[in-house]
């Protein structure tokens, strides 16, 4: 049973108006599997995560609480940062390369720019490489605009100590991130493409795309064909797509989607879905090539998962 399904039950076994737990918990829902999601990069994790928000939030006492939407922030981010460490023990023994859980997103979310590019691949995988409190505090900061007295609040520690992890996780992240212009034109073009080799086999417009440190990820979980380490470098992921595409051409349909906010597209083959492939371009070049097709990871894909700040 999920978070959403409790709240929506929970007080009003006679199916009128819910509680006042319920009603802010259903209000924020979207915010908090936003911030679980962000913090976890696994969907069914942050599910989770809401759950036992949910669970601590209904024993409450609301006539104690002076900002509702902080203190359920306050619960999730707890819970999420529990999570982290199952999850950390998880990823060591995952077979081949880990990448975020997929989510097909409304339009909408690209036009929320900072929220988009918080939610994409690219950026998750740049949290990666945080620590969990530094992933807290980013994610709260710098994606919700908390105040750090809030933040201190979430993740146990004094303001000071929240404002010098903030510092140091921003430095992290911006050296991690793309350093040219990002342009969702430029992710459009590399995914097109992709597709234009899938669907007629001439391969030269997608390499003339590739940087020469480009780097391909498969996600498989170990259920599926797949690389299982990182391949690195034009002549090595050259090699790899020249020997995958032509594959899924003969067998299956690539299709354009909104995925994590920014353009990416759904691998079809036999007509059932098989993966999702998205990219990070740098300086207008594909500097990263990301294909989950873990099944596990893929039930969010065929229906939308609302996002938000």
């Given at each position: 049973m999920t978070g959403e399904h409790s709240a929506d039950q929970a007080g009003r076994?006679?199916?009128?108006?819910?509680d006042a737990a319920t009603e802010a918990f259903v209000t924020h829902r979207n915010l908090l599997f936003t911030v679980a999601y962000e913090m976890l990069g696994s969907a069914a994790d942050a599910e989770?995560?809401?759950q036992e928000t949910w669970l601590r939030w209904a024993g409450v006492d609301l006539d104690g609480v002076r900002d509702r939407r902080a203190y359920l922030v306050r619960i999730t981010t707890r819970q999420a940062l529990t999570r982290l460490r199952t999850l950390a023990r998880r990823k060591e023994t995952y077979v081949g390369p880990w990448l975020p859980e997929p989510l097909l997103t409304a339009p909408d979310v690209a036009e929320d720019v900072e929220l988009a590019d918080s939610v994409s691949m690219a950026m998750l995988l740049v949290l990666e490489t945080l620590g969990p409190?530094?992933?807290?505090?980013?994610?709260?900061r710098e994606v919700f605009d908390l105040e750090y007295a809030e933040i201190a609040e979430a993740v146990g520690k004094t303001q000071p100590a929240v404002r010098q992890i903030a510092h140091r996780a921003r430095a992290h992240v911006a050296a991690r991130r793309p350093h040219g212009d990002v342009s969702a034109a430029d992710a459009r073009g590399a995914l097109e493409a992709f597709r234009h080799a899938v669907e007629t086999g001439d391969l030269q417009g997608l390499f003339d795309r590739l940087s020469p440190d480009v780097v391909f990820l498969g996600d498989a979980g170990g259920v599926k064909q797949a690389v299982l380490k990182p391949v690195v470098g034009y002549d090595q992921v050259t090699r790899l797509l020249a020997v995958g595409l032509p594959r899924i051409g003969r067998l299956g349909t690539v299709e354009p989607a909104q995925i994590n906010g920014h353009a990416a597209l759904i691998v079809r083959l036999g007509g059932d879905l098989d993966g999702v492939v998205a990219v990070r371009t740098d300086h207008g070049l594909i500097t990263g090539l990301y294909i989950v097709r873990n099944p596990a990871k893929l039930s969010r894909v065929e229906q939308e998962t609302a996002v938000t700040r």
């Open positions: 076994p006679d199916g009128g108006r819910p989770d995560v809401l409190t530094e992933r807290a505090v980013f994610v709260l």
